[in-house]
């Protein structure tokens, strides 16, 4: 059973210009490129922040062969790229993307996706690390024990106090084929942690019924880790839904705003989570008389409560959300919205209060189905872009696709 989060949300938003805030109208960012020596055959960004600053990784394919690429943020620009991992058989799917974290020690961690059956889109979650910043990698690891030749994958990867690791993914142990019973079983979510030593100290469901195929998220707040997913009810309502790990246990998963919304299928559309101390903002996507549409919503409590949604898009959007929380408690989100006879990767800032900014489009998506999720990163006063489009620079998907990044000032 499913308990409803109660939106029981109390907000006073002052917003005076002569404090120091940004009237929401007047809010204005200017998009700059920022050339990122990605190849021509290139997708699936993510973008990660460390104590660093911004990371960006992304996917190369030549041939058969795939490898995982990232460069970090500097002054200057983006480092020289590096290879985390590389090799063939690789599951790859523009909404299920490998990622690359910089933990606080400078340890980095690499996630990807390898295939154990591909009739069966059946792969298995790998995980990596490196000390020396990249030069040399241990040998992969899966968080998962169970063996089956299911899905293993859409993770998120975080770091826990004491130099731990954490990630959540979805497992699908228990939809295992059964020809007796072809539609049996149902996608989890689960959890699994290491320590300092590489020592795996979990792996444990929180969910054990989900969204097939939706990308989830994840923060670290002083109450203990958020994630948020897509959860599937018995009756194919299919909201989103978020869980705490607190006191080393995860709670009964709570709704974010009852949406309603029936499915009978996966909409590959997952939320995305933002935490700045017990400060959290979400962006989801959902359908509502047959539009789609982009939501954000603010927490001051880690995720226990919820504000009213707040509406992102302006004619209805494709969903890939982002956000990122600012400092003065206003979020800027993303979304893919059709505009102009065009996909557009858009952003606006957002108040807890439900004012917002108008929308500013980042870039044209090419191909909004293969061109994937579009993301956003922000250090400090930045924010951060990153998305695939076709590798020619036109907007008509041709002649492969390439990663792009951008910057923007915040004001």
């Not at 990807?112 to 020396?132: F, M, P, R, V």
């Not at 705003?257 to 935490?275: K, T, Y």
Request: charged residues 20%; proline residues 6%.
């Amino acid at each position: 059973m499913r308990m409803t989060g109660a939106l029981v949300f109390v907000t006073a938003v002052t917003l005076a210009v002569s404090c120091g805030r940004t009237d929401p109208a007047d809010w204005r960012v200017t998009i700059e490129p920022l050339a990122l020596p990605s190849g021509p055959d290139s997708s699936e960004p993510q973008l990660t922040m460390s104590d660093r600053g911004v990371l960006v990784s992304w996917i190369e394919r030549t041939g058969p062969a795939t490898r995982l690429r990232f460069a970090e943020r500097t002054a200057s620009g983006w480092t020289d790229p590096v290879d985390a991992a590389a090799g063939e058989g690789w599951f790859l799917s523009y909404a299920d993307v490998p990622s690359v974290l910089r933990l606080s020690d400078g340890t980095l961690v690499a996630q990807w996706l390898e295939n154990t059956e591909e009739l069966l889109e059946a792969y298995d979650l790998h995980l990596s690390y490196s000390t020396d910043n990249g030069r040399t990698w241990a040998p992969s690891f899966l968080p998962h024990h169970d063996g089956t030749k299911t899905q293993h994958g859409f993770a998120s990867v975080f770091e826990l106090p004491g130099r731990a690791l954490g990630l959540v993914w979805l497992d699908g142990r228990a939809a295992e084929l059964d020809a007796t019973d072809p539609e049996g079983g149902a996608m989890s979510l689960r959890y699994a942690a290491f320590d300092a030593n590489w020592k795996q100290t979990a792996d444990v469901p929180i969910d054990l019924r989900v969204c097939e195929c939706c990308p989830t998220t994840a923060v670290v707040t002083p109450d203990g880790v958020l994630t948020a997913f897509r959860d599937r009810s018995e009756t194919e309502i299919r909201d989103i839904s978020v869980s705490r790990l607190e006191n080393g246990a995860w709670t009964l998963p709570t709704t974010v705003h009852d949406d309603n919304w029936e499915i009978p299928a996966c909409p590959v559309n997952g939320p995305m989570l933002s935490a700045r101390g017990r400060n959290v903002a979400v962006a989801w996507f959902t359908v509502k008389d047959d539009q789609g549409q982009a939501y954000a919503a603010f927490s001051t409590d880690a995720g226990r409560s919820w504000g009213a949604p707040i509406r992102l898009d302006e004619a209805g959007a494709l969903g890939r959300v982002d956000i990122e929380l600012l400092d003065d408690g206003s979020a800027v989100a993303a979304w893919v919205e059709f505009a102009d006879q065009r996909a557009q990767f858009r952003i606006r800032r957002v108040e807890p209060s439900g004012v917002s900014s108008p929308p500013v489009t980042v870039a044209g998506v090419s191909d909004a189905r293969t061109s994937g999720y579009p993301r956003l990163a922000r250090q400090g006063g930045e924010l951060v872009f990153a998305w695939a489009e076709s590798a020619s620079g036109g907007e008509s998907g041709e002649g492969g696709l390439q990663v792009r990044t951008a910057r923007a000032t915040l004001p």
